[in-house]
């Protein structure tokens, strides 16, 4: 990838994951900010990403933080939580957060404490900001959940599929095995040996960060 589309590429990924993010009222304050960098997004994100950004800024405050809990909290199928898809609330699931916990640490990235490190957000403010080709292989280990959100969010019309659009767009196009694992995802769902760990963040964390 050149430098031109690294660029471009880490860009995409600092808007879509701040688009993404819990819709208070810190983000809501951000997007006169946000539409300016519109500008200089490449074309293949430009388009869905402004898209977004409109829905935010035109949409009430109150009925946006209501589609976003009934969206990403509610349904299993729109979980920002990437390795939730292929592990579920298994044991392997604590061994898949602590790759990525390694990913980050290993670029010099600590966490906060109530911070889960699969979380889509999250992912893409570390391939934007500290080490995008790591980034990019968390993105690509974990494309099956990934296009399976995508396909989820444009069944049920979410407005956020649109940065969905624009993340996947970076990376290349599905092939076999990648096909196979989200046919089989869409059909089967993820594993369900309860463990304890839980799907989503407690409220707190979603609605003061992501």
Do not use: I
Request: with cysteine; net charge negative; proline share 7%.
């Amino acid at each position: 990838m050149s430098l031109a589309g690294k660029q471009g590429t880490a860009l995409t990924y600092a808007v879509a994951g701040r688009l993404m993010s819990y819709p208070d009222q810190a983000l809501l304050d951000e997007l006169p900010w946000l539409r300016p960098a519109l500008a200089d997004l490449p074309r293949w994100s430009r388009t869905d990403l402004a898209e977004l950004l409109e829905h935010l800024a035109a949409t009430d405050p109150t009925v946006l933080a209501a589609e976003y809990v009934a969206t990403f909290d509610l349904r299993r199928r729109c979980c920002l939580f990437l390795t939730y898809f292929a592990y579920g609330d298994t044991r392997k699931r604590g061994v898949a957060l602590l790759q990525f916990k390694q990913a980050y640490q290993a670029a010099g990235l600590t966490l906060l404490p109530d911070e889960l490190p699969d979380h889509l957000c999250v992912v893409l403010e570390f391939a934007a900001t500290s080490d995008l080709d790591t980034g990019r292989r968390l993105l690509l280990e974990n494309r099956a959940g990934l296009e399976l959100l995508r396909l989820s969010l444009a069944d049920s019309g979410s407005p956020w599929e649109a940065a969905l659009r624009a993340v996947t767009r970076s990376l290349p196009a599905l092939q076999g095995d990648d096909r196979a694992a989200v046919a089989r995802l869409a059909a089967e769902g993820p594993p369900g040996e309860d463990v304890g760990l839980e799907p989503f963040a407690p409220p707190d964390y979603m609605g003061a960060r992501t």
